[in-house]
């Protein structure tokens, strides 16, 4: 299994970003996917999740601004940042239940 998240940067407060998540190695298609993030010094917490077939949740600090989505074709996961806050600031992870991928970092300052 490999997940490996990129588009992560710098923006600044009420900017926008988009992530995107590669994954290989696993059945992409029938696979419940998620994006977890670390704050600096704080633990990892659940972000946004997909269902193989569409179904969409989130943390409630994110509802209205983020947006998960998926291409299966593609083997690819992504979440679209948008109205991004400091408190945003973390490594973004895309996770299965059992496996975190390389990270991606979002700083957002002014």
């Known amino acids: 299994v490999q997940l490996q998240a990129s588009g992560g940067g710098w923006v600044q407060p009420g900017g926008s970003l988009r992530l995107s998540c590669a994954a290989s190695?696993?059945?992409?298609?029938?696979?419940?996917m998620r994006w977890v993030r670390q704050p600096p010094g704080q633990e990892t917490e659940f972000v946004a999740s997909m269902s193989s077939v569409g179904n969409a949740y989130y943390q409630d600090a994110v509802k209205g601004r983020f947006t998960i989505s998926r291409d299966n074709a593609k083997n690819m996961l992504y979440l679209q940042m948008n109205s991004l806050k400091s408190e945003d600031t973390a490594v973004y992870y895309c996770?299965?239940?059992?496996?975190r991928g390389r990270g991606t970092l979002v700083t957002v300052s002014s």
């Open positions: 996770a299965t239940d059992s496996v």
């Open positions: 190695g696993f059945a992409f298609n029938r696979t419940y």
